[in-house]
């Protein structure tokens, strides 16, 4: 929806003037995180990161969903795949660095197991003498990913529908961003594609549980949310501009990245404040203002989604 041009969608046109906000244990309770992370996180498809971070075979990259840590790698084979970042011996976490390349093979640190990038157990020191030990049975445990768009997508849930039937029919809507290349500094003319009604827009979209679009006439950018505790989150923040405008000699995208980024540190300064506030022991909740329909939305989505309305 556009900037300024926001609509107002899914409850009655009102509800919210009668409403209150959640109490503040919707952001500070052990109990209720880790409900939402089994509702949002554990059985929804969620965008890990670029496809450019993991270009070449070997390339790799870890993140952290609440707790669990998740390893991406490309195999030699080119293939991405996801695991879980746990030896098939005794749970030690095997990878602790966020990205790196050349990955020809997976050490756990504590006894040497040793898997290949495609995930399989290629070395197990002192296992010949056990009974019904496979090493083929004792390949990493995998987690679906699908490329889209130039990212990749994951899934926690083995059960979920593909990508394309949850969410083919939102991703119809960027097919002419797609093109789009991470990095950023310009003087940029407007996108192909753009429409005249685009050129005076800003389109902003949520994909549950973790990901915002803002779909600017001249580039894209992308928030990712990665929940650490309760009362932690972590934010990521890329920018795409179109590869032919970044070749340019005069491509220079500062005015938009310092802009954002001011915009983002004063975002995340209130809401650390907020979190700060809401812990408090007379925090019981408050009133949405007459602007605040879609954060009533928001706010009642998950509270029903937790079968906590
Ligand atoms: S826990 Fe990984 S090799 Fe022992």
Known sequence: MGRGDAKY???????????????????TDETIFRKELEEFYDRSWMNLGREDEIARPGDFF??????ESVIVVRGTDGIARAFYNVCRHRGTRLVEEPAGSK???IVCPYHGWTYSPEGRLVGAPHTESLVDFQKEESSL???RLEPWGGFVWANLDAQAAPLQDELGAFFAKFDRYSSMTWTGYTKRPLLEGMTDDDRRRVYYYTVFPNLFFSLHPDFLMVHRTWPVT??????????????????????????????WDLINRQDWAVCQRSQKGMGSRVWKGGRYSDQEPQVYDFDRYVMERLGMS
């Not at 409403?19 to 244990?25: A, I, N, Q, V």
């Not at 932690?232 to 310092?258: I, K």
Request: aromatic letters at 12%; proline letters at 8%.
């Open 62 to 67: 870890t993140r952290e969903i609440g707790g």
């Open 103 to 105: 990955l020809r093979s």
């Open 141 to 143: 445990y995998g987690i």
């Open 9 to 27: 969608v899914g409850r009655e046109v009102g509800e919210h003037l009668a409403s209150k906000t959640p109490p503040g244990s919707f952001y």
């Open 230 to 259: 309760p009362t932690h989150s972590r934010v990521e923040c890329d920018f795409f501009f179109d590869p032919a405008t970044m070749a340019r000699p005069d491509f220079d995208a500062s005015d938009a990245v310092d802009l």
